[in-house]
């Protein structure tokens, strides 16, 4: 499985971006998926997830309620809608994918895709 995100950038604070995640290969849309980022100088963090049929999502506390995830299986492609953007989630995202489900995803995802750099500039 190949991963390819797109839609990073620079916004203000306050601003929104999409970002976009497509698969591609052995793709598979019972595969959960989703988003993690990982700040200068620190370690790489969970952000957002959804469930192979879109109906479970969930998301870290830092970014609850500010972003989300959707995702178009038609496509092959899961979404991070940001809103609210804040200069601490200026962050490489990456998109990640996992045949186990939200929890696996998580903790340890079976595939990653490359990074894409979000700033946010105060």
């Known amino acids: 499985v190949q991963l390819q995100a797109s839609g990073g950038g620079l916004v203000q604070t306050g601003g929104s971006l999409k970002l976009s995640c497509t698969a591609s290969?052995?793709?598979?849309?019972?595969?959960?998926m989703g988003w993690f980022r990982q700040a200068p100088g620190k370690e790489r963090e969970f952000v957002a997830a959804?469930?192979?049929?879109?109906?479970?999502?969930y998301a870290s506390d830092s970014v609850k309620g500010r972003f989300s995830c959707s995702r178009d299986n038609a496509k092959n492609t899961v979404y991070l809608q940001m809103n609210n953007l804040k200069p601490e989630d200026t962050a490489i995202y990456y998109c990640?994918?996992?045949?186990?489900?939200?929890?696996?995803?998580?903790?340890?995802?079976?595939?990653w895709g490359q990074g894409t750099l979000v700033t946010v500039s105060s």
């Open positions: 959804i469930s192979w049929t879109g109906i479970s999502t």
């Open positions: 290969g052995r793709t598979s849309n019972w595969y959960a």
């Open positions: 990640a994918s996992d045949p186990a489900g939200i929890s696996g995803l998580r903790y340890s995802p079976d595939y």
